[in-house]
């Protein structure tokens, strides 16, 4: 449908079909057009090389904002944005978005012409990885403050072992309150990157002028996920799992299980009761102590033997203690998919969010991130008394078509808040046949095969090829209809079954 000059990264993260020319010119600027219309309108962006950065020398790195979503990375300033339009187009060029910096002072905009054409000021594939890789916390912070919550989970983590329960549970809320309620990433719900991707959907569809296929997120129809994953920290958690784990039994679910290899002892017939009854082993770690990640060093004194237990464990899946992360670091650890990454997560030792309700590759490491706020931190931290925030953000991940990825402890399902909030989560979809029930092996699994597969046209329409062919669905992000309302994408409606009115399932 589409052709272009360089890689597009969002068309290839939602699996919008297009091809590359077989020359790419060595221009600083990306152009996506129409196939087979190459007279027609194009979508021209800055190209950021994940190695070299920008090729627009005069690119400026930063924290920026537009209407609806904060966007991080370089972006190309009006000086040289006109500069360039000068030379290309059909000219009657205007700013229809504008991107402001500090102070809401505008620094770039969005721009169009008369005959449909498009400038965007930033690579939306570099916009789309900042938030992922947590970049943003590094752009435009002072160098002080970027140091400081680092050693303050260093000094705490070096001091726990020394600390009764107590004191270590009185540290921990003395540092929520350090830590505020941040205006980004918001909490309990972030949507910035889902408006984006919601934006980029409805830019791409009224460019093009028609339906824009893309491949949906679940497979089978799905419309969304659940997946239920525990941490067990102690001894007294592998005691405790019943409080879980019998809830999800009684309601036919599996879940995953990440142990601690060097803490505590682990029997093999608990792993194999687990695996027997569908549930999926990881590694928590070596030994919760919270160095594991601490630094380089370390985690290549401790690889080998989380590996070995892996290994013995015939488990694919790792979540850091503390979710302890580092973007450059987790493809060393081996796995096929971490769960070390939240969506928003500004009371953890490690505050941060990627902000997706969706899966995304780190390298060859599928990541999983956390989507709903662990149990621990929404109880014991922050004192809630019932699991109405649990409820309201299963809610949101729904109606955006996300996935759930739930975070509980049996170290703490003693307390009743807990269990009992959990076995409410359990209810609230029990009857939700939109709703895909997996390990996070499965989800790493389809994620897998989708990223491996295509949209293709053939004389009965568009369908998916490659190995999700059997399972993909199709929706189409149709061209913008009403002022206010976003063309259908992964961060918005995407179930064809009545409540996405802008998403329609492709024939197949």
């Known amino acids: ?150 050693a303050l989970v260093r000094g ?25 309620r941040p205006e980004f990433p918001a909490w309990p719900v972030e949507t910035a990157l889902h408006d984006f991707y919601d934006w980029l959907f409805r830019l791409v569809a009224d460019f093009a002028g028609r339906p824009v296929p893309w491949l949906a997120p679940w497979p089978a129809g799905y419309s969304w996920a659940i997946v239920l994953t525990h941490d067990v920290e102690t001894a007294g958690g592998c005691r405790d799992i019943e409080l879980l784990r019998a809830p999800e ?8 299980w990440n142990f601690v290899p060097l803490r505590y002892t682990v029997e093999n017939d608990l792993l194999d009761r687990l695996r027997a009854e569908g549930c999926e082993i990881g590694v928590h770690g070596l030994r919760h102590d919270g160095r594991d990640l601490g630094s380089l060093r370390q985690l290549r004194k401790r690889l080998p033997a989380m590996r070995a237990y892996a290994q013995r464990w015939k488990a694919t899946g790792f979540r850091a203690p503390a979710t302890q992360r580092n973007w450059s670091w987790m493809p060393m650890l081996g796995f096929e998919h971490d769960m070390s990454y939240h969506d928003t997560a500004p009371y953890e030792p490690t505050p941060g969010g990627t902000c997706s309700y969706l899966p995304f590759f780190n390298g060859t490491m599928v990541e999983l991130p956390i989507t709903q706020p662990q149990d621990h931190t929404l109880f014991t931290i922050l004192g809630h008394s019932d699991a109405q925030v649990w409820l309201t953000k299963a809610t949101e991940i729904r109606k955006r078509g996300g996935m759930m990825l739930v975070l509980t402890h049996p170290d703490y399902a003693g307390d009743p808040r807990v269990a009992g909030g959990y076995r409410q989560l359990l209810d609230s979809a029990a009857g939700d046949t939109e709703a895909w029930w997996a ?43 009403e ?26």
């Open 249 to 256: 039994r009684a309601a036919g679910r599996p879940s995953g």
């Open 156 to 180: 705490y983590y070096g001091i726990r072992p020394l600390l009764p329960r107590a004191a270590q549970i009185a540290a921990r809320r003395m540092f929520a309150r350090f830590q505020q």
């Open 483 to 508: 002022p206010g309302v976003p063309a259908a994408s992964a961060a918005g409606n995407t179930n064809t079954g009545g409540r996405g009115q802008h998403a329609r399932p492709a024939r197949r």
């Open 1 to 150: 449908m589409f052709a272009s000059s360089h890689s597009f990264g969002f068309f290839d993260y939602f699996r919008v079909p297009y091809r590359l020319t077989s020359a790419r010119p060595g221009s600083a600027f990306g152009r996506l057009w129409l196939a087979g219309d190459q007279g027609g309108p194009s979508l021209v962006w800055p190209v950021v090389d994940p190695v070299r950065g920008p090729a627009v020398r005069e690119a400026l790195p930063g924290r920026y904002a537009m209407e609806r979503f904060p966007v991080f990375g370089h972006v190309t300033g009006d000086r040289v944005a006109r500069r360039f339009l000068a030379g290309w187009g059909e000219g009657g060029w205007r700013k229809a978005e504008l991107v402001t910096g500090a102070g809401g002072r505008e620094v770039a905009a969005v721009w169009r012409d008369g005959a449909g054409n498009v400038f965007l000021p930033f690579d939306p594939a570099e916009v789309m990885h900042q938030y992922w890789s947590e970049g943003y916390k590094g752009i435009g912070q002072p160098a002080l403050r970027r140091a400081l919550r680092p």
């Open 439 to 481: 390990t996070p092996a499965q989800v790493s699994a389809w994620w897998r095969r989708r990223a491996q597969s295509g949209v293709a046209l053939s004389r009965g329409g568009w369908r998916v090829s490659g190995p999700a062919a059997a399972e993909g669905r199709l929706l189409f992000a149709e061209p913008f209809a």
